[in-house]
């Protein structure tokens, strides 16, 4: 669906804000800027009511949850989700309470997450909007904070705590089924891979796709079709500019990095890695939607690596202008025509709590 730039001109004001925030902040290198992102997502977040297809979705799941007894818990596919509306019914029947509980839990451990890991604190929130994951947390709630817990799990990966690693993500469970793949993740990152290996995982990635394209159609295309409407890959190229983006540029910056590569510490290894299967992920299975989801635990790692890619392979200046045409390309053709003009992720229009 199209909509007017009324409809959607505060999410482009709330995007150039946060922009602006992000390049201020290097001018003065504190968490302040940061900290004002963080606030500004919440708040923004918090103040909406019937904002994202899934809104009502979440009203009979909350009422549902209200009815229901502690010993329906395991019942329910997300359990822990079932137990935090549970809690919440118990103090107020008033959804609205849910919605902002559930964004205090998304963007608190999120700016927790970016603030322990990321070089460039204020570039991953910025990147966490325009790469689509704040529009997606608008709508998918439960996937949202297991993803954030993922995303705060990555630093047990670089300590080297499988324990506490997996703990994290067994939590994550509760909340979305999709965090199954988070339990892959680990072993992937702690095995060893060189230039030439990569290189060639990545050329077959490419080169597999049309082949998992026809096999794909052939057997599961009614699997798909069970999910959501299924589109073919020309078509999918031609109307969902989400997609486009989010293929296109990863690409190119994996093929930069894999020219550049070189020694890295076991920080940047290991966000490098979880970037490079998200490349290799969504080239085997793009445009299938029934993958999309469980994809979203390798691609979120975008806004750590970012940062990490513009620093360690490009001077100051060069690196200024490489981050301003990486976030002008996600702010334009995911943000803005992917999701904003084209409707994707269902946010828009925004409405304020004040107009309940």
């Given at each position: 669906?199209?909509?007017?730039?009324?409809?959607?001109?505060?999410?482009?004001?709330?995007?150039?804000?946060?922009?602006?925030?992000?390049?201020?902040?290097?001018?003065?290198r504190t968490e302040v800027f940061s900290f004002f992102m963080y606030a500004i997502m919440l708040l923004f977040a918090v103040?909406?009511?019937?904002?994202?297809?899934?809104?009502?979705?979440?009203?009979?799941?909350?009422?549902?949850?209200g009815k229901s007894y502690f010993t329906d818990l395991f019942s329910f596919t997300e359990p822990l989700y079932f137990l935090l509306l549970k809690v919440l019914y118990f103090f107020s029947d008033d959804y609205w309470?849910?919605?902002?509980?559930?964004?205090?839990?998304?963007?608190?451990?999120?700016?927790?997450?970016?603030?322990?890991?990321?070089?460039?604190?204020?570039?991953s929130l910025l990147l966490y909007i325009i790469v689509a994951y704040y529009f997606i947390?608008?709508?998918q709630l439960r996937q949202s904070i297991s993803l954030v817990i993922f995303l705060y799990s990555i630093s047990s990966i670089i300590d080297k705590k499988p324990g506490k690693y997996y703990l994290l993500n067994i939590i994550g469970f509760g909340f979305h089924y999709s965090a199954v793949m988070a339990f892959l993740i680990y072993p992937i990152v702690n095995t060893s891979f060189s230039k030439k290996t990569l290189t060639i995982i990545f050329i077959l990635s490419i080169?597999?796709?049309?082949?998992?394209?026809?096999?794909?159609?052939?057997y599961l295309g009614e699997l798909d079709t069970l999910y959501t409407k299924y589109f073919d890959i020309e078509e999918y190229m031609e109307k969902n500019?989400?997609?486009?983006?989010?293929?296109?540029?990863?690409n190119l910056i994996l093929i930069y990095s894999l020219i550049k590569?070189?020694?890295?510490?076991?920080?940047e290894y290991s966000i490098f890695m979880i970037y490079f299967c998200s490349i290799v992920y969504y080239n085997i299975f793009f445009g299938k939607h029934i993958f999309i989801r469980p994809g979203m635990y390798f691609e979120i790692v975008t806004i750590l690596y970012i940062p990490i890619f513009i620093k360690k392979f490009f001077d100051l200046v060069t690196g200024f202008i490489i981050e301003t045409l990486i976030i002008l390309y996600y702010a334009f053709s995911v943000t803005l025509y992917g999701i904003l003009i084209n409707g994707g992720q269902g946010v828009v229009p925004y409405k304020l709590i004040f107009s309940r």
């Open positions: 669906m199209h909509y007017t730039f009324s409809q959607y001109y505060i999410y482009v004001i709330f995007v150039a804000v946060m922009a602006a925030f992000s390049y201020l902040n290097k001018l003065n103040l909406r009511i019937d904002t994202g297809a899934d809104y009502s979705t979440y009203i009979e799941m909350h009422e549902e949850a309470l849910m919605f902002a509980v559930v964004a205090i839990i998304i963007y608190t451990i999120l700016f927790l997450a970016v603030k322990k890991l990321s070089i460039d604190p204020a570039l947390s608008i709508n080169v597999l796709s049309p082949v998992i394209e026809k096999l794909f159609v052939t500019y989400l997609a486009l983006g989010k293929v296109i540029v990863p590569f070189k020694s890295f510490t076991r920080y």
